[in-house]
């Protein structure tokens, strides 16, 4: 199995910016792609960005321009730079993992945008 810890949520102010980070261990061999969803309060849990092991991304409509997903295959991390941050980026942000296993996902950090 893969195990995922995020960090690196918190509150900022729109416009602002964050970086979040996500650790994979345990059986990381298995991961061919991972990323990130966000479910905010009464709203479907909805896909931000992922990366697969080639470099191939894809980003939810409302996150292109301003956030940037990468990884580092070596450290088995993944990141996600955040920019611009509006009000509707409030969410839970949880880290995903896929591939040949079972999916994987982290426990979840918050991010916060205020006004």
């Known amino acids: 199995q893969v195990q995922l810890v995020e960090s690196g949520g918190g509150l900022v102010q729109a416009g602002g910016s964050l970086r979040l980070s996500c650790a994979a261990s345990?059986?990381?061999?298995?991961?061919?792609?991972m990323g990130w969803y966000r479910q905010a309060p009464g709203k479907q849990r909805e896909l931000v960005a992922l990366?697969?092991?080639?470099?191939?991304?894809s980003y939810g409509v409302s996150m292109k321009g301003r956030f940037t997903i990468s990884r580092d295959n070596a450290k088995n991390r993944a990141y996600l730079q955040m920019n611009s941050l509006k009000l509707e980026d409030t969410a839970v942000y949880y880290c995903y993992a896929g591939g040949t296993l079972r999916d994987a996902w982290g426990q979840g950090t918050q991010v916060t945008v205020s006004s």
């Open positions: 990366m697969d092991n080639g470099g191939i991304t």
């Open positions: 345990g059986s990381v061999f298995s991961i061919s792609v």
